[in-house]
């Protein structure tokens, strides 16, 4: 299927994870030019190396506002334009009872998981707007709207986020700009792989016996009894981002084998 974004500009944030990857491999089989970013230099380099297209990289702390919009002027000193942003960049953040996590457990994972998407929106939208066109999509988790308990900082974080991204739906619709948010559970990815090595250790268990554990337990509604892999996620990314997806706007794509309950959003 052909998606309609060749020669399309996309910058990809958290592109040294999992799901950064996989996605800046899916848009650039589409023909998209890259911009990757990520925090530390060489590992971008070396994932750049991967990624079969054409791919610029630039690292960036992008809970620096300054540091976002250099990353999209990176964008357009090589491009000349932007086109798509898929903000990936995240972290799980303190996990713990919600009234023992300190202030700045909070306020760490919400500079990361939310204040770096309000920069980048900031330092984008107005060449998309400029354009007529755009895409803008974030990574919320299941965790915005089915949270558990002891991953409140982690849940107070998406669940923002996909507000936030709903809200900019609704005022860029106007200049052509669709924003959406993908929501993943339980993904194979460097994330959950810390989370299964950890509870392995503590089950004195092996990393699988860990995984089936963790799905009878704690994921009782993702009947498919696996972790999703990345490219599965940035499928539906592809599709939110293309023109195929044009009709597509302030939604919430669930990417979660059904781990997520219940009917609404």
Known sequence: MDLG???????ITGADGGLGMAAARELAAEGVKLVISDMDADSLDKAAAQIDGEVVCHAADLTDQQQAQELAERALDAWGTIDIVVHTAGITGAKGHPLEMSDDDYAATWQINFMSAVHMARATLPTMRHNGWGRFVCITSENAVQPYWDEAVY?????????????????????????????????ESPMTDGMMERLAEQRGCSFDEAVK???DEERPGLKLKRRGKPEEVAAAIALAVSERGSFISGANIRVDGGAVMSVQN
């Open 213 to 215: 554990s963790f799905l």
């Open 155 to 187: 849940n107070v974080s998406k669940a923002a986020l996909a507000t936030f991204v709903k809200n900019l739906a609704y005022g860029e619709a106007e200049h052509g700009i669709l924003c959406n948010t993908v929501s993943p559970a339980f993904i």
């Open 5 to 11: 974004i060749k020669n399309r500009v996309a910058i």
